[in-house]
């Protein structure tokens, strides 16, 4: 690890001015905020990320989770992912969310880990993490050591010629399916972004990950509203039952009445360069009978467009089933 000054942050503004100093917030910066420390220092140690100074900012007031006035919840960024997943609002009205939370990483971890160091945490592809191997991600135009490499793992959705890296969140899947939007303090000023916005796509810039730009620091993520009558769930299938990242899941917000599909929203994981709202799935849904027909109808139209590599075809059919299981456990209980 290179040698890096450490600050720590009394005030948002200071955080703000800190980082402005910075060329860049994507993958290069100079200066990083560290919060649960979870992904960033694994990446320091690996010189992965080799800021020039670490700007702590676990002193700053975000850790909040409150109602707002218009029946949704704003989760501060600092919001320790297990204080949201047992948070009593967030398991009665968004379960999908408390769920996705539970199912990764470990006790401990998620002890740490907080909610806008989730939404930044890196992929998993193992040539992003090892300085030997080109990658693009991390080294503009150096190659893509994936593509025709060990690729079991990465994305079959939103992949292209020079990265394939899946977004490996389970948080960010369930608050795509819950529609958030996530606030921001910059340079600037203040800004909403909503998680659909916040995350590009590779293309021909894989180190750009995100909107963010020099000096932005996420304050915090406002859920809407449940719609009345709605049930959530996530789903998540992995390679063991624990401390394992997704393979394929699917995060899902759904109202049925009569029989039919009123209000649905869905969202896949493990198969995606960004955390994945599947619109086609929901397309196939809305207005018809939640029934096993519909279904499987929807998932073939969730991954009309998967792109798989030499290792990962299977994950086609898996995520199929994966939102046909989900699909099925979330309507019966609706
Ligand atoms: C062994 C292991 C297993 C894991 N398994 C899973 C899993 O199954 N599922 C899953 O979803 N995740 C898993 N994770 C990932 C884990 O969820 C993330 O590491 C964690 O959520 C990151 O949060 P953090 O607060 O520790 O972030 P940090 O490491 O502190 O920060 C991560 C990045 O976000 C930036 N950042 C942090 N907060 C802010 C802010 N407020 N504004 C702007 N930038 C900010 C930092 O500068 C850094 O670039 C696993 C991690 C490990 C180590
Ligand atoms: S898939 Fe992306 S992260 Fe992995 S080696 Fe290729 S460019 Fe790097």
Known sequence: MDAFQFNRAATVDQAVQSAAKSPTAQQGADVRFVAGGTTLIDLMKLNVERPREVVDINGLPLDKIEATPAGGLVIGALARNSDVAHHPTVQRDYAVLSQALLS??????????????????????????????????????????????????????????????????????????????????????????????????????????????????ITSVTLPAPAPGTHSLYLKLRDRAAYEFALASAAIVVQVSSGKIQHVRVALGGVGTRPWRSLEAERALQGHAADAATFRRAAEAALKDAHPASENAFKVELSKRCLVRALTMSTKTA
């Not at 300085?131 to 939103?158: F, V």
């Open 104 to 217: 990764g990483a470990s006790p401990q971890l998620r002890n740490m880990a907080t909610t806008g160091g989730n939404l930044l945490q890196r992929t998993r592809c193992v040539y992003f993490r090892d300085t030997a191997h080109a990658c693009n991600k991390r080294e503009p135009g150096s190659g893509c050591s994936a593509i025709g490499g060990h690729n079991r793992t990465l994305a079959i959705l939103g992949t292209s010629k020079d990265c394939i890296a899946t977004n490996p969140s389970d948080q960010n899947v369930a608050l795509t399916a819950l529609e958030a939007t996530i606030q921001i303090q910059g340079a600037k000023g203040q800004r909403s972004v909503t998680i659909h916005d916040f995350y590009l796509l590779p293309g021909s810039t894989p180190h750009r990950e995100t909107v963010l730009e020099p000096g932005d620091i």
